[in-house]
């Protein structure tokens, strides 16, 4: 049966019917349901539309995995990045190169909670005779003139809630190496691990494989002779490392 309704060529949003006077806006007269009112959308749409909604879902959850990854990505964790410093103080020619031992530089590494800096005086026990007109080391005597430490931009930041000691770890073999990473091969001194709360407990769960000598901490390149894992057990006794319960427990790191 045909319909009385009229599509209305002057304005194509009206439907209309002449003869009774009336005019009903498309979308209306879909809505009432009133037959053979022409498709506003083409039929293509329903699929379009489920597509739409499909991708929009999709690219929701591929951004949300890529913020996660970002979260722990080296760029938020500031992983390998090195810092302008006011001095172009190299390991890798300190350490690598001249041999000089961590605690020469780091002395409260192995008594205190903090590593720390070496004070200015440090350098000029060598570089008041070496290098002494070199410009790359005028900020270290102008430091040393005037007393004014060397402004140090800081690598490693944990965040202030989180409870960190050095001469623990030490005095139970952890080596520097483990944290640190390749310190005498860095021109630039950058953060090698993330220092994120999953990484501390991934070894406070298992420290057994992380342990060596104490006499091995600063030892960039330590390698157990004979059979790892009995070294590892035995060192683990010797050193009465504590359980992973209290290890991984949350007041250990947040006190
Ligand atoms: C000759 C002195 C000297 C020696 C030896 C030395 N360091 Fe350093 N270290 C410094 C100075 C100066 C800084 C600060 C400038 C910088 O970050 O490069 C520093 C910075 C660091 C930092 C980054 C500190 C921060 O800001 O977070 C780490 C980690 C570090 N040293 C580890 C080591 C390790 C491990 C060794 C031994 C393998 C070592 N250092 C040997 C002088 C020294
Ligand atoms: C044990 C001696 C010693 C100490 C301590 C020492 N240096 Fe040096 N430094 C050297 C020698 C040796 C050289 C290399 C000279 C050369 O290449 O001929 C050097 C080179 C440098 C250079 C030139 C750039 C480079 O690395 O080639 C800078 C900058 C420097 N030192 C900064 C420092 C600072 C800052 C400190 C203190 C944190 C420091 N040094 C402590 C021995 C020392
Ligand atoms: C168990 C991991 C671990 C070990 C082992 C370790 N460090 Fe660190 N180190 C850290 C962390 C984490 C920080 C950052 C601390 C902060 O921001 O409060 C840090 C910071 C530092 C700093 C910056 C100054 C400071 O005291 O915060 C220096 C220098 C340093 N370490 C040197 C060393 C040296 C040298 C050794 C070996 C004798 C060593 N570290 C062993 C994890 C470690
Ligand atoms: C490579 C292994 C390793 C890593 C990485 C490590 N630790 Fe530890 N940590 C140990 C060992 C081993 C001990 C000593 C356990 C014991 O005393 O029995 C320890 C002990 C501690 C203690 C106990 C100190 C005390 O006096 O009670 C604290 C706090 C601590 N770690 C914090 C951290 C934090 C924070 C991080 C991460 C930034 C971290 N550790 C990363 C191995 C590690
Ligand atoms: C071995 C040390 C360690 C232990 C044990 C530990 N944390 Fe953490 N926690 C950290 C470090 C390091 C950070 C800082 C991470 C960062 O800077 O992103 C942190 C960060 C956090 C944060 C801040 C959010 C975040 O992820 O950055 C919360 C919340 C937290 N810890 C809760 C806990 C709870 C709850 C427990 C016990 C189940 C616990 N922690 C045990 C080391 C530890």
Not at 196 to 207: A, I, S, Y
Request: proline letters at 7%; a neutral charge; glycine letters at 6%.
């Amino acid at each position: 049966m045909r319909p009385p309704w009229h599509f209305s060529r002057e304005n194509a949003n009206l439907y209309t019917r002449p003869e009774a006077g009336l005019v009903r806006c498309i979308w209306c007269a879909r809505f009432e349901g009133i037959d053979n009112v022409p498709q506003i959308f083409h039929r293509s749409f329903n699929t379009l539309s489920k597509v739409s909604i499909v991708a929009a879902l999709t690219s929701l959850i591929v951004l949300s995995l890529a913020l996660y990854v970002v979260g722990w990505s080296p760029y938020v964790t500031q992983e390998k990045l090195a810092r302008v410093q006011p001095v172009q103080f190299s390991h890798a020619h300190h350490v690598g190169q001249l041999g000089i031992d961590c605690r020469y530089c780091h002395t409260s590494v192995e008594t205190t909670p903090f590593a720390g800096v070496p004070p200015t005086k440090v350098c000029m026990n060598c570089h008041q005779e070496i290098w002494v007109g070199a410009s790359a080391l005028e900020p270290v005597r102008a430091s040393y003139r005037t007393g004014a430490p060397i402004a140090w931009e800081r690598v490693h930041n944990l965040a202030q809630f989180v409870y960190f000691d050095h001469s623990i770890h030490v005095s139970k073999g952890v080596g520097c190496v483990e944290c640190h990473g390749r310190v005498d091969e860095m021109p630039f001194t950058y953060q090698d691990k993330p220092l994120l709360m999953g990484w501390c407990l991934d070894c406070h769960r298992n420290p057994k494989p992380h342990l060596r000598p104490r006499d091995e901490v600063v030892n960039m390149t330590w390698q157990p002779s004979g059979n790892r894992a009995e070294l590892a057990d035995e060192l683990y006794k010797q050193y009465h490392i504590r359980s992973t319960e209290e290890l991984t427990s949350c007041s250990t790191c947040h006190r």
